[in-house]
């Protein structure tokens, strides 16, 4: 007992000096040995208490060891020596995370957006009439889209655009539609179109399709429902009180349809005049109406339910009319009122582009956005604004924070007659410094109501036309043949009823040389196919000499790529593949 006195007494000798006893070794010899239960005084925690005891000790010559007791590792963490360089860190650790994350931020602010689909390649636009006869009917049908997608994707496309194929009985161009949820024979059935649909995919392409929700045709139920004022289909059209005498309708005022005369037609059975801004065949929707809203909401879930990836809503500047009946403005103020006839001589201030309009369209966005929460299956959305001035037409973008089309379709272009570089870069710079900030430009130089570009300015401006599109910034719109340099077809003796100008630029696709040019085995075609087809066709053979028209947009970029001989040389053929010298005039 004496010799275990002993040394006790001899540690805590040691723990008092605290200079000379700091070591691994003899803290080691402390922490491990078998302390005492039933002595408090062997504890070493009770040692290191008794040592340090209540009042704070003089540190100023004692070094940090290990082992050391929390209760004196706090009081050195008090000094200013440790306290500042440990808040010096925490503070440039604080500053280093704000500078990261603001410098982060900035980059994200600055750099360009990655590109959606719709941005990232050309549209291709179908007249699907006119493209490929598959059954040998003399029309072209939605089975033989399908059977060109080969062709379509050789071209570099991204997005196939097809016009109307709605159900429709008038020969209108499918304007006049009786049942928007439904396929027109003509073109074959909804499983052929969501064989097409799926077949587009599969290629990874995208497919929009046209929509005209301001108008049905007088065949649709909902018109034969709100002639006989059945329900909720009472107001589904603009119905006004007329006088008939003599079978001459004295309208309300003297608005007019887009192809001339009053845009005011009298219905028998309602006793009534119906508003229609196109043909008397098509009667404007009443979408003041909230039930008519919602059947159009309805009509495109309908389709984004079957998969189509987008829309080009087309006529949406006459979804609204004025309230009140007020005479439109004349164009000129001398003229008798009783002799205007033509849709240019009036200001359509009152049928046109009215407050709310842009309400309807937006509603139009947020029921397609419904359907772009996946990702990769963005809906597109856009609008045609034809006729509209450029500041009116830019309005169709949205605002700041107010979602709209993603563009609405530049046809400027096509309407260029005579080409000259100052008419074009006007036309150019007029959409690119009126553009809202931020959004993406589109460009485009014929479509089915437009005269062909060859047909305007000249084969000898159809390669720089072509380039111009495919070189500006921006989304480039073809129309199917102009990448082979397609033109109007001459005939004049149509059996067609309609706006016969745009039947010209309609011809069937010229597929090769051989009978109907290719585009049906039948033993007619809907319209004659033009006359070149036999040299300007999809397949010229052995013959070909030059570069074809679109090759710029075959080699998928829109600057020197098509120049280039390893991205020409695939597509010519085995005997230009490799000209030699004599041959190099790319």
């Known amino acids: 007992m004496a010799e275990d006195k002993s040394k006790k007494d001899s540690i805590g000798m040691s723990i008092k000096g605290g200079q000379t006893n700091n070591g691994f070794v003899q803290n080691e010899d402390i922490l491990e040995r078998d302390p005492d239960p039933d002595s408090p005084a062997d504890s070493p925690q009770h040692t290191a208490l008794h040592i340090l005891g209540p009042a704070?000790?003089?540190?100023?010559?004692?070094?940090?060891?290990?082992?050391?007791?929390?209760?004196?590792l706090f009081q050195f963490s008090h000094q200013a020596r440790y306290r500042v360089p440990r808040e010096i860190i925490f503070w440039l650790t604080v500053a280093s995370v704000l500078v990261l994350t603001g410098a982060t931020v900035a980059i994200i602010a600055i750099s360009p957006?990655?590109?959606d689909w719709w941005q990232a390649g050309p549209m291709y636009?179908?007249?699907?009439?006119?493209?490929?006869?598959s059954d040998k009917d003399g029309n072209g049908d939605l089975k033989g889209i399908q059977d060109k997608l080969d062709y379509i994707a050789t071209l570099n496309i991204k997005t196939i655009w097809i016009t109307s194929f709605y159900k429709s009985s008038l020969k209108d161009f499918r304007h006049g539609v009786e049942d928007f949820r439904d396929i027109d024979p003509i073109f074959g059935t909804m499983e052929d179109f969501e064989n097409l649909l799926a077949a587009i995919h599969d290629k990874g392409l995208k497919l929009i399709i046209d929509f005209i929700p301001n108008h049905t045709s007088d065949k649709h139920p909902w018109f034969q429902l709100s002639r006989t004022r059945t329900g909720k289909y009472t107001d589904y059209y603009i119905w006004h009180d007329c006088t008939q005498e003599n079978g001459i309708t004295k309208p309300p005022n003297n608005w007019l349809s887009v192809y001339g005369n009053s845009s005011w037609h009298f219905d028998e059975v309602r006793n009534q005049c119906y508003f229609h801004q196109f043909m008397k065949e098509q009667p404007d929707l009443n979408f003041r109406s909230s039930d008519v809203q919602e059947e159009i909401k309805e009509i495109i879930q309908f389709w984004l339910a079957k998969g189509v990836d987008g829309f080009s809503f087309d006529a949406v500047k006459f979804l609204l009319e004025a309230k009140h009946l007020r005479d439109e403005p004349q164009v000129n103020k001398t003229q008798m009122p009783d002799t205007i006839t033509h849709y240019a001589e009036l200001y359509h201030d009152f049928t046109t582009t009215q407050v709310g309009m842009h309400d309807i369209v937006r509603s139009f966005r947020q029921t397609m956005n419904q359907?772009?929460?996946?990702?990769?299956?963005?809906?597109?959305?856009g609008t045609e604004a034809n006729g509209e001035r450029i500041d009116r037409t830019m309005m169709y973008y949205g605002l700041p924070f107010i979602?709209?089309?993603?563009?609405?379709?530049?046809?400027?272009?096509?309407?260029?007659e005579t080409p000259s570089g100052s008419t074009v870069f006007e036309i150019i710079t007029s959409w690119m410094e009126n553009m809202p900030e931020g959004k993406w430009p589109n460009w485009m130089?014929?479509?089915?109501?437009?005269?062909?570009l060859i047909s305007r300015l000249g084969k000898e401006y159809v390669n720089v036309m072509n380039m111009l599109v495919f070189t500006l910034p921006g989304t480039p719109i073809t129309y199917y043949g102009e990448e082979i340099g397609m033109g109007n077809i001459l005939a004049t003796n149509l059996n067609e009823s309609y706006n016969v100008d745009t039947l010209f630029s309609k011809s069937p696709m010229q597929w090769d040389n051989s009978s109907n040019a290719g585009f049906s085995e039948g033993n007619h075609t809907w319209l004659p196919t033009s006359s070149d087809y036999h040299t300007v066709n999809v397949d010229p053979g052995p013959e070909l000499t030059s570069v074809p028209i679109f090759l710029h947009f075959i080699c998928g970029t829109p600057t020197t790529a098509w120049l280039d001989k390893q991205c020409i040389r695939p597509h010519l053929g085995p005997e230009l593949a490799n000209p030699g010298p004599p041959k190099q005039n790319v």
């Open 445 to 452: 130089i014929s479509g089915p109501d437009n005269a062909r």
């Open 125 to 133: 636009q179908i007249y699907p009439r006119s493209f490929k006869d």
């Open 113 to 115: 957006k990655c590109l």
């Open 371 to 381: 359907y772009s929460s996946e990702p990769g299956r963005y809906r597109f959305m």
């Open 403 to 416: 979602e709209e089309a993603d563009f609405p379709f530049n046809d400027y272009l096509t309407k260029l």
């Open 56 to 72: 704070e000790p003089d540190l100023k010559d004692i070094r940090p060891y290990a082992g050391m007791p929390k209760e004196v």
